[in-house]
């Protein structure tokens, strides 16, 4: 499984863990782990892996989009 940075549903920006390869022709790039835990320590993204939206993994929405 991988980070990817991508947008999901009403263009809210996202760090989603995911198999599937990252679409970078839509802008979709990999992140790595340690890139994560800085914008989770500054609070840029906030975790709502527990909502359930992404059956796959973890799910991160970028605090401005809450």
Do not use: H, P, W
């Not at 979709?28 to 939206?53: H, P």
């Not at 993994?57 to 989009?65: Q, S, T, Y």
């Amino acid at each position: 499984m991988k980070l990817v940075l991508t947008t999901i549903g009403q263009n809210k920006v996202a760090i989603v863990e995911s198999a599937e390869k990252a679409d970078e022709r839509k802008g979709e790039r990999y992140i790595s782990e340690s890139c994560l835990e800085v914008n989770l320590k500054n609070r840029n993204f906030v975790d709502v892996t527990s909502s359930g939206a992404n059956s796959e993994g973890r799910l991160f929405l970028l605090a401005e989009d809450m």
